[in-house]
């Protein structure tokens, strides 16, 4: 039902957006405008994660964190930056180290603005060089909208790709840009690859009996599961196919794609029984990407169970959500 409820809204913000979606059209007074204004909030308010349990996982991740240092300290210097997501602040202390001009940055989690405002305060305490605002884009005005700038920096990101809604929220930041500006990061690829695991039958069992009672209806399966660390190195991955490409989006391009599928088929000849699913996020020279034989980050990803080698394999996403048919 959750799912089905992401599909209605998705399918009217999709109408509402084919139909224009710029900064006139965003700010327009009419009814239609209006209802994607609104209709977009709403999108956003039920992405929100009012939580602050994720932090510590997230900010002992060395490679997400390296991977964005790098990529502020060569583009940040005299630049306007708009932050989609403060988080713990790191990305905007990271900004302001590295000369940014100036930083504004949303978080709308009503838990994490204020210690925001402290940490940030703690050290820029008498600088101009910053903005903290306790709302979500969406909920943006024709004053928000006066400003613009020369990056939007992001972090959209989760073991499933898609479920941050990242690619509503870049077409709406794009309204925020200069001509000339950029979302960084800008590229995302959305990958799978056939995997061999040993322990693939043990993995998510609830129990197999208890009291005379099977469980075994709740033990199957679900077309999508998520793959922490600790599971990836549980389930002994014995052989790794090599990966095909899913999805490439490119957030700077003139047209993104809002929604795609592709279909595959697995090569019968090769000793598999999983697909491995994951992201590549790539800003010029730098990779991020939470392949688990790869790097060990605080994402985790997805796996898909094969159980027939010959019937296709179809992915899909419509902007926040994605599936396997």
Request: charged letters at 25%; proline letters at 0%.
């Given at each position: 039902m959750h799912n089905q409820g992401k599909q209605i809204l998705n399918e009217h913000?999709?109408?509402l957006i084919n139909k224009g979606f710029n900064r006139e059209d965003y700010l327009g007074q009419d009814r239609q405008k209006k209802t994607?204004?609104?209709l977009l909030s709403l999108r956003s308010k039920k992405n929100q994660v009012n939580s602050a349990e994720y932090l510590p996982t997230m900010m002992n991740d060395k490679f997400r964190n390296n991977f964005y240092e790098n990529l502020i300290k060569d583009n940040a210097g005299g630049k306007t930056i708009l932050e989609v997501g403060t988080g713990a602040g790191l990305l905007t202390l990271l900004a302001l180290k590295y000369g940014a001009q100036h930083i504004s940055t949303y978080e709308y989690n009503p838990l994490l603005h204020d210690k925001l405002k402290k940490l940030i305060n703690r050290y820029y305490s008498n600088s101009n060089r910053w903005t903290l605002y306790q709302k979500s884009l969406f909920d943006c005005d024709a004053a928000d909208l006066k400003q613009e700038y020369d990056i939007v920096l992001h972090e959209l990101f989760s073991a499933n790709i898609f479920g941050e809604d990242f690619i509503a929220t870049a077409l709406l930041a794009k309204l925020f840009l200069k001509p000339e500006g950029k979302i960084m990061p800008g590229n995302i690829?959305?990958?799978?690859?056939p995997v061999l695991f040993e322990n693939i039958d043990n993995h998510r069992l609830i129990m197999k009996t208890h009291s005379d009672f099977s469980f075994d209806e709740f033990n199957e399966l679900p077309p999508i599961c998520h793959m922490a660390q600790s599971d990836f190195v549980e389930m002994k991955m014995q052989r790794d196919y090599g990966a095909e490409l899913i999805f490439s989006i490119d957030l700077n391009s003139h047209d993104v794609p809002l929604k795609d599928s592709k279909e595959i088929l697995i090569d019968k000849s090769i000793d598999c029984n999983a697909l491995l699913i994951y992201f590549e996020i790539t800003n010029e020279q730098y990779i991020l990407t939470n392949d688990p034989s790869q790097n060990e980050t605080h994402w985790g990803c997805l796996w898909h169970p094969i159980k027939e080698k010959s019937s296709p394999v179809t992915f899909?996403?419509?902007?926040?959500?994605f599936w396997i048919s």
């Open positions: 913000a999709l109408e994607l204004r609104k690829h959305v990958l799978a690859k899909n996403y419509n902007l926040n959500t």
